[in-house]
């Protein structure tokens, strides 16, 4: 096995820029050691960042995991933990983990196991357990044997009572829910007409040359798979703006599909779900988001999607602009209305895991506008304190709800209470989206030309280039015997 040898062929390419740039600093960088053991040695670094990460797990008062599976390039089952947790000062930390190869099979047993080994390693207080965030999967969610589930029995069974809430990814959910949208028609053609092009290097070249000829705004396709939900509004907005070259294309090599890009009517349908698709997920994608943003995010597309009804039932794109660009008669009402209503319909329907949470969620946003009754009793006291306090009230205006409540309201020592109801909101995971970022983070790390690298040194490689936190260089360095120049 040699899973480091690419630092001799980077060295190689470093120098030649050297002989170029700088050629009298040659030998400086000559001297520097790019061999498998050095380069592993540099890995690992990861032992102290993994030191350091246990140590800000032991400060969280409460915290939530994010579980996510996919497979590498040896298919090997790869199960990716993230952590999200809040301190007594209310700060929040979110951070990688844990990578646990699972050899043979994926139950929802075999999830459970690997993620008690983590917590059991980093030392982790099931106590403080707050949520788990899952992609869905039945493996993950079931009900009786899901990772999740087995998760929750375990900690009530150890005598744990505090509320454990079970939640599927929101991204997840909104890309499921646009799939009701009855153009699957449309999607299937997408999706092989790119990937026919995309997947044939001649077909592929051949493509680019084209659109370099027409100058073309964009100059190629992106990839669509179906595990990497996140890229479904990029992709078809991608192809809807490459519609004439692609028709151009598919006619000059006689491939299928050619008659869907040259009919106006099915490039109005495509119109339609690529407005709808790039409006599905853009605000909830990305790191350090709180939970409670994502579900008014999601409340708010819920609510778009009645107004947009109305507006499609009487003849109005004005916030659908590629079909607004179509010819009239080549747009359908019925097809337009008929798709938003599903996906209402969809929406409403989901979100199970989320929903029960929103009176939760609005004692953290709208403390003063809460009604009082409808708060959980040990918060009553607390939360008419706070509504009465009008310096508090004037502060929280000019300030966000965690900024308002950790630079105002923690430092008084009033509200202990809702302080710990905040410190379970924030540290709550909304989504999976850091576990798809790792994995693609995963598939550049472990690749072709590096298949052979040991599921160790994955893991230390991950968790140095994803961790906000930084290896203690100083005490690696005392840690070494120094060996002097004879």
Request: with cysteine.
């Given at each position: 096995?040699?899973?480091?040898?690419?630092?001799?062929?980077?060295?190689?390419?470093?120098?030649?820029?050297?002989?170029?740039?700088?050629?009298?600093?040659?030998?400086?960088?000559?001297?520097?050691?790019?061999?498998?053991?050095?380069?592993?040695?540099?890995?690992?670094?990861?032992?102290?960042?993994?030191?350091?990460?246990?140590?800000?797990?032991?400060?969280?008062?409460?915290?939530?995991?994010?579980?996510?599976?996919?497979?590498?390039?040896?298919?090997?089952?790869?199960?990716?933990?993230?952590?999200?947790?809040?301190?007594?000062?209310?700060?929040?930390?979110?951070?990688?983990?844990?990578?646990?190869?699972?050899?043979?099979?994926?139950?929802g047993q075999d999830i459970f196991d690997a993620v008690l080994q983590c917590v059991k390693q980093h030392s982790l207080d099931p106590s403080r357990l707050v949520c788990v965030t899952t992609d869905g999967a039945p493996a993950m969610t079931g009900k009786n044997k899901g990772a999740a589930s087995l998760l929750v029995r375990h900690c009530e069974a150890a005598g744990h009572t505090q509320p454990i809430h079970k939640v599927h990814c929101i991204i997840h959910q909104e890309s499921l829910c646009s799939k009701s949208a009855n153009l699957t028609d449309v999607m299937s053609?997408?999706?092989?007409?790119?990937?026919?092009?995309?997947?044939?290097?001649?077909?592929?070249?051949?493509?680019?040359?084209?659109?370099?000829?027409?100058?073309?705004?964009?100059?190629?396709?992106?990839?669509?798979?179906?595990?990497?939900?996140?890229?479904?509004?990029?992709?078809?907005?991608?192809?809807?703006?490459?519609?004439?070259?692609?028709?151009?294309?598919?006619?000059?090599?006689?491939?299928?599909?050619?008659?869907?890009?040259?009919?106006?009517?099915?490039?109005?349908?495509?119109?339609?779900?690529?407005?709808?698709?790039?409006?599905?997920?853009?605000?909830?994608?990305?790191?350090?988001?709180?939970?409670?943003?994502?579900?008014?995010?999601?409340?708010?597309?819920?609510?778009?999607?009645?107004?947009?009804?109305?507006?499609?039932?009487?003849?109005?794109?004005?916030?659908?602009?590629?079909?607004?660009?179509?010819?009239?008669?080549?747009?359908?009402?019925?097809?337009?209305?008929?798709?938003?209503?599903?996906?209402?319909?969809?929406?409403?329907?989901?979100?199970?895991?989320?929903?029960?949470?929103?009176?939760?969620?609005?004692?953290?946003?709208?403390?003063?506008?809460?009604?009082?009754?409808?708060?959980?009793?040990?918060?009553?006291?607390?939360?008419?304190?706070?509504?009465?306090?009008?310096?508090?009230?004037?502060?929280?205006?000019?300030?966000?709800?965690?900024?308002?409540?950790?630079?105002?309201?923690?430092?008084?020592?009033?509200?202990?209470?809702?302080?710990?109801?905040?410190?379970?909101?924030?540290?709550?995971?909304?989504?999976?989206?850091?576990?798809?970022?790792?994995?693609?983070?995963?598939?550049?790390?472990?690749?072709?030309?590096?298949?052979?690298?040991?599921?160790?040194?994955?893991?230390?490689?991950?968790?140095?280039?994803?961790?906000?936190?930084?290896?203690?260089?100083?005490?690696?360095?005392?840690?070494?015997?120094?060996?002097?120049?004879?």
């Amino acid at each position: 096995m040699k899973p480091f040898t690419d630092g001799d062929f980077i060295k190689e390419c470093i120098m030649v820029v050297i002989d170029s740039l700088c050629p009298e600093k040659r030998s400086a960088f000559e001297s520097v050691s790019q061999s498998p053991r050095t380069v592993c040695r540099r890995i690992e670094m990861s032992d102290s960042v993994n030191d350091s990460l246990k140590t800000c797990c032991s400060n969280f008062n409460a915290f939530s995991l994010a579980l996510d599976e996919s497979t590498d390039m040896k298919d090997t089952a790869q199960l990716v933990i993230f952590i999200r947790g809040v301190t007594a000062a209310l700060q929040v930390y979110e951070d990688f983990l844990q990578l646990v190869p699972l050899h043979g099979t994926t139950t929802g047993q075999d999830i459970f196991d690997a993620v008690l080994q983590c917590v059991k390693q980093h030392s982790l207080d099931p106590s403080r357990l707050v949520c788990v965030t899952t992609d869905g999967a039945p493996a993950m969610t079931g009900k009786n044997k899901g990772a999740a589930s087995l998760l929750v029995r375990h900690c009530e069974a150890a005598g744990h009572t505090q509320p454990i809430h079970k939640v599927h990814c929101i991204i997840h959910q909104e890309s499921l829910c646009s799939k009701s949208a009855n153009l699957t028609d449309v999607m299937s053609v997408v999706v092989k007409v790119v990937n026919s092009i995309l997947s044939r290097s001649l077909n592929h070249s051949q493509f680019q040359a084209l659109t370099d000829e027409v100058n073309a705004h964009y100059g190629d396709l992106l990839y669509f798979c179906e595990v990497r939900w996140l890229s479904h509004g990029a992709m078809l907005s991608r192809v809807c703006d490459l519609q004439q070259e692609i028709a151009t294309f598919l006619r000059q090599k006689n491939l299928p599909g050619a008659d869907h890009f040259s009919n106006p009517q099915w490039h109005a349908r495509l119109a339609l779900l690529t407005d709808i698709t790039t409006h599905l997920n853009v605000k909830l994608q990305g790191k350090n988001i709180l939970v409670s943003d994502m579900y008014s995010y999601n409340t708010a597309f819920e609510v778009k999607l009645r107004m947009w009804e109305a507006q499609l039932a009487a003849g109005q794109f004005m916030h659908f602009p590629r079909i607004a660009a179509c010819a009239p008669d080549d747009v359908d009402l019925n097809t337009c209305v008929g798709v938003v209503t599903s996906l209402r319909e969809e929406f409403a329907s989901r979100f199970t895991g989320v929903r029960p949470l929103a009176p939760g969620f609005k004692l953290f946003t709208s403390p003063f506008d809460f009604p009082m009754d409808e708060a959980p009793a040990p918060l009553q006291m607390e939360l008419v304190e706070l509504q009465c306090n009008d310096e508090l009230k004037a502060k929280y205006r000019t300030a966000s709800p965690l900024s308002f409540f950790c630079d105002r309201v923690l430092p008084s020592n009033k509200f202990p209470n809702y302080i710990e109801h905040v410190k379970r909101i924030v540290a709550m995971f909304g989504s999976t989206y850091c576990c798809e970022q790792l994995f693609s983070e995963m598939k550049y790390t472990k690749s072709r030309i590096r298949s052979q690298l040991s599921d160790r040194h994955l893991n230390d490689i991950l968790l140095l280039s994803t961790s906000s936190i930084d290896p203690d260089i100083e005490s690696l360095l005392h840690g070494k015997q120094h060996q002097p120049s004879h």
